[in-house]
């Protein structure tokens, strides 16, 4: 299988620093990435994806960059609040596949 | 709108006993698909359909089958429970059949093994 993992199983942050929470993939024909947020006790939830032809893509707070070279995916949240506190997992996708592959999560903790 | 909707939320078993866990969506989606997910190991795919009548074997498919006889459904069955299935489990769906859209998850079912 694919190799999807996180550098930092945890990180604890100040409310209303950036977060920055990276992945790296193994895989360089995998084709879509998509980051999700999981709060205690519920399924993950969709933050952003990004497809391979991009290298950055930007939604409400939160930015997905890609760095194809280096096989490398991150997550930046803005001005992180309590709300943000979940595990957030990273996801590829291979372009002959009907399989995702998740790596194995990150423990994000805002300290008021 | 339900989304994905995971039955039962909790269960206990004894070992060898056998049961179903329930996943129905209402988004009219093609992918359908059930996780596991453990302490340390993030989620690993069990099994997948990418329509009425298909399915397929992912990462973890060993103790576990699968059908899928509508859209709308895709029930998870443990024909003989063993304590190393003990674990969180999560079906999710999507409206690509390739995978290359986001999935939408339920909120699981909690699973021990006795």
């Known amino acids: 299988g694919e190799s999807v993992g996180l550098h930092l199983p945890t990180l604890s942050v100040q409310e209303g620093d950036n977060s920055i929470i990276n992945c790296a993939y193994s895989n360089s024909a995998s084709d879509y990435f998509i980051w999700y947020k999981q709060e205690s006790g519920k399924g993950p939830q969709f933050i952003i994806d990004?497809?391979?032809?991009?290298d950055k893509r930007q939604g409400q707070r939160v930015t997905v960059l890609l760095n194809k070279t280096v096989k490398h995916l991150s997550l930046q949240i803005a001005a992180t609040q309590p709300g943000d506190s979940a595990v957030y997992f990273c996801a590829e996708s291979l372009l002959t596949g009907n399989q995702f592959y998740f790596g194995t999560g990150t423990s994000l903790t805002v300290i008021p | 709108n339900a989304g994905v909707t995971q039955t039962p939320k909790f269960q206990v078993l004894k070992t060898g006993q056998s049961m179903t866990l329930q996943c129905a969506q209402d988004m009219n989606h093609e992918y359908m698909s059930w996780y596991r997910q453990d302490p340390g190991m993030g989620l690993r795919l069990i099994h997948y359909s990418v329509g009425a009548g298909i399915t397929d074997q992912g990462e973890v498919p060993n103790g576990y089958n699968v059908s899928r006889s509508t859209t709308e459904d895709f029930p998870l069955r443990l024909l003989s429970a063993a304590p190393s299935q003990t674990s969180v489990y999560f079906c999710?769906?999507?409206?690509?059949?390739?995978?290359?859209?986001?999935?939408?998850f339920g909120d699981g079912t909690r699973l021990s093994i006795l």
């Open positions: 999710a769906s999507s409206y690509d059949r390739q995978g290359t859209q986001p999935q939408h």
């Open positions: 990004i497809r391979s032809n991009m």
